[in-house]
């Protein structure tokens, strides 16, 4: 009886928390939390927010309470800052966005009182309330993300390092269940390297949306500014799996004594140190990869398994003790190491120290303005100076004589104040130019300059050997003697000059650059397709239905089209045939059945006295005349013709047809054709066959309110290939006339229908405007 009486006792304290909590949150008023009227503007609105935000800010409030009470005050100038859910609240009393959010947590609550009222058993820790902001455990405050700092440090930060980021909110019971399995996964993560973040989303909306998250928990990484979701069950394993995932796959390269030679000897070409790790471990461990991500502009690395056979005579060879993790730094010359670190159990720090202090070779390439900016760093001041002795040679396949010379002095005489470079003049003509002195002396061999920069704009004072660099003793005794001056007269360097931008050698060609960002788009829609939720997919879905729909479309239409010009298409029999009919309507005819016009005849008007002033000289702006020359031998053939080649122009109400008598009016035509003298050239003197030129089969396109004209040249027989005559072939001269007008009434009347053969497409180049237009200053008389 008393543990019934104990069990309701706890059932009624929980239920009279859970109501405080409820009423809590129902009063919640933005205007008192700021101390604000509700007529209050939005520049007093703004003042009292930033007392408050000043006076309880976590960082400098150490109350108890005052991360609450900041996040309130926050909350509060969110609602009121934004005069749409300012009316909101004033209207309904909250501000519209969170309604939502707040069914759910009620729906939560029910669910919970309703396990509350069916078991009377409650475990110690659940009174701990884990879910409740006042309570949120601090492991997560350490790592909370807002916008701005997402942003401007962690997208950044993630070229170097990747991030792993939770989202969490208020009243999540499955973040409750994670919890145990994050905190393990971050403790051992963090010392790794690996970027941590938690964002609340109940608190930081505009961060959740903008990562993709729309439920809770979630985990997402991010790496070189691209967000990857985890789908997998939250175990420490699989996190770990998931976060090497993110990493690149060439990071490192797995080196044998098969490979070794080649791999060390890649620094001249990469210009990068070479950095080998010798561990018993068969895969490449995490820690070493995300050294290898860190500083991959800098140095390559490579891992040789001391279990692989072959790789104790390597570790023999370099004098690594095959029982400890071993890293070894190699530089220009491949049968030393630069630098080793031999330690049981690693940490990031001495590994970031270490790399740090060999990033460089001992006389590395200038290959970008970058790295110029790095090894030789503008003077802060006199008492950090900085000098590069630069070495100007030519490209060669294997080390020079010079440049080994460099090296040694380089190795034998290295300073914190003093940096060894080398450039190739080939590839830098620019940068090299402005060093070496106008001389014949330095043509095709290297010299040596030793420069101090002054600023950012490339401004350098600088001293270059008066003798090209051979590399002998006395060369390197000049050198080391500039060197021991400079410390005591820095005013040694007497020439000054602006040196150009360095061009980065080392940059990927464009379509190396555009595979690689189109692998990444393909590989994120991918994941999208299999992980993410429908609202995000909507814009994807939606281009692609788009290009699909237009694609289909296109191919129907263009197979419909396809089969009606096979329909539309007329054998040339058939039209023979038609021709024997005698009949001169061509509305029966095939060939213009695509497109009726609105008669079933041609109708083509005589251009005489009577109707040339209305037919040309007074037509309607826009309108033109089509002319065709004829005789009166071969009137009834070219009409007939000419009517089955404009019968399909014949819709357009823009276009009046005509014939024109050359037997009757040869002069107006001769006068038109002298202001297109190619067509028609003016002779010298008068011929006796002048008069007897053969200008039938010829069309004019007369533009009467424009005052030019377009000349149809016609074809001189049906077989010849070349015989559309717009304005712009025309560049022969007339002597189709050849054949006299005489001759021309003995041909029969297929040889001069053949004339107007082309005459369709010429009227095509008509309605498109593409062809040459004669212009006359004014129209003369028939006469």
């Not at 007529?39 to 003042?47: F, M, N, V």
């Not at 007329?570 to 509305?587: I, L, M, Q, R, V």
């Not at 004019?700 to 005052?707: D, E, F, P, R, Y």
């Not at 007339?734 to 054949?739: D, R």
Request: with cysteine; hydrophobic share 35%.
């Amino acid at each position: 009886m008393e543990v019934k009486k104990l069990s309701i006792s706890w059932q009624f304290l929980i239920v009279l928390v859970l109501i405080l909590q409820i009423l809590s949150a129902l009063d919640f008023d933005p205007y008192r939390v700021l101390g604000v009227s509700r007529t209050a503007s939005q520049a007093d609105i703004k003042k009292a927010y930033k007392k408050l935000a000043r006076e309880w800010h976590p960082d400098k409030n150490k109350d108890p309470g005052a991360e609450d009470k900041f996040i309130q005050i926050s909350k509060a100038y969110e609602i009121l800052s934004n005069e749409e859910k300012r009316s909101h609240y004033d209207h309904y009393g909250d501000a519209g966005e969170s309604q939502g959010y707040q069914k759910q947590q009620q729906q939560q609550r029910e669910y919970h009182f309703r396990h509350f009222h069916e078991n009377f058993y409650f475990d110690e820790s659940f009174f701990h309330f884990p879910f409740n902001s006042e309570r949120r455990d601090s492991i997560d405050e350490k790592y909370l993300l807002h916008f701005s700092h997402y942003v401007n440090e962690v997208v950044p930060d993630s070229f170097k390092k990747p991030y792993l980021i939770k989202i969490t909110s208020d009243w999540c019971f499955s973040c409750i269940h994670i919890e145990p399995v994050w905190k393990e996964v971050v403790q051992e993560l963090e010392g790794l390297g690996i970027g941590i973040g938690v964002v609340h989303a109940g608190y930081e909306r505009r961060l959740a949306h903008h990562l993709g998250a729309h439920s809770t928990p979630s985990i997402l990484g991010i790496i070189n500014g691209k967000i990857s979701f985890f789908h997998n069950a939250v175990v420490r394993e699989n996190l770990r799996q998931f976060v090497e995932s993110l990493l690149p796959g060439n990071l490192v390269e797995k080196v044998t004594n098969k490979n070794y030679v080649r791999f060390l000897s890649g620094w001249q070409q990469e210009n990068k140190p070479r950095v080998l790790l010798f561990d018993q471990m068969p895969v490449v461990p995490l820690l070493y990869k995300l050294t290898a991500f860190a500083y991959k502009d800098y140095l390559s690395f490579g891992y040789v398994c001391v279990g692989v056979r072959g790789a104790e005579e390597m570790a023999r060879q370099y004098g690594v003790n095959v029982y400890t993790p071993t890293v070894l730094i190699f530089k220009e010359h491949t049968h030393k190491p630069a630098a080793v670190i031999q330690a049981r159990g690693m940490k990031k720090e001495v590994i970031d120290d270490f790399i740090t202090q060999n990033k460089y070779l001992l006389a590395a390439r200038l290959t970008s303005q970058k790295l110029f900016h790095e090894l030789c760093p503008v003077k802060r001041s006199h008492r950090q100076r900085k000098y590069c002795v630069v070495l100007l040679t030519a490209e060669a396949p294997k080390l020079s004589k010079p440049f080994e010379a460099f090296l040694s002095f380089a190795l034998a005489n290295a300073q914190d104040t003093v940096r060894f470079v080398h450039v190739y003049s080939n590839r830098q003509q620019e940068f090299a130019n402005t060093l070496l002195p106008d001389s014949d002396a330095f043509q095709g061999k290297s010299a040596v300059s030793i420069l101090e920069r002054r600023n950012t704009a490339g401004r350098v004072v600088y001293k270059t050997l008066e003798d090209p660099w051979t590399g002998s003793e006395s060369d390197k005794f000049i050198l080391l003697g500039y060197l021991d001056q400079l410390r005591k007269d820095p005013a040694l360097l007497s020439s000054e000059a602006v040196l150009p931008d360095l061009t980065d050698e080392l940059a990927p060609v464009f379509l190396l650059r555009w595979l690689h960002s189109a692998s990444d788009y393909i590989s994120d829609c991918w994941d999208s397709i299999f992980h993410n939720n429908w609202r995000e997919m909507m814009p994807l879905l939606s281009l692609v239905f788009s290009a699909l729909f237009i694609l289909f479309g296109t191919v129907i239409i263009q197979a419909f089209s396809d089969s009606n010009d096979e329909q539309e298409s007329n054998p040339p029999d058939k039209e023979e045939a038609h021709e024997k009919t005698g009949k001169t309507e061509p509305s029966f005819t095939k060939e213009h059945s695509s497109k009726i016009p609105k008669k079933g005849f041609v109708e083509v008007t005589e251009l005489t006295d009577a109707t040339y002033t209305s037919n040309l000289v007074r037509l309607r702006p826009g309108h033109m005349n089509v002319v065709l020359i004829l005789s009166s031998s071969t009137k009834t053939s070219l009409l007939q013709k000419f009517a089955l080649e404009v019968y399909t122009f014949t819709g357009s109400s823009c276009l009046h047809f005509s014939f024109l008598s050359l037997d009757k009016h040869r002069e107006w035509l001769e006068y038109l054709l002298e202001f297109a003298q190619d067509a028609a050239p003016i002779p010298n003197q008068y011929d006796k066959h002048f008069m007897e030129r053969d200008y039938t089969g010829y069309v004019l396109a007369l533009n009467g309110h424009k005052k030019y004209f377009c000349l149809f040249k016609p074809q001189k027989t049906v077989e010849e290939e070349e015989a559309m005559g717009s304005c712009s072939d025309l560049d022969s001269s007339l002597h189709l006339g050849e054949s006299r007008g005489k001759s021309s009434s003995g041909l029969g009347s297929k040889p001069i229908k053949g004339k107007l053969s082309k005459l369709s497409l010429w009227m095509e180049r008509l309605l498109e405007g593409s062809l040459q237009r004669f212009y006359i200053p004014s129209w003369p008389d028939l006469d």
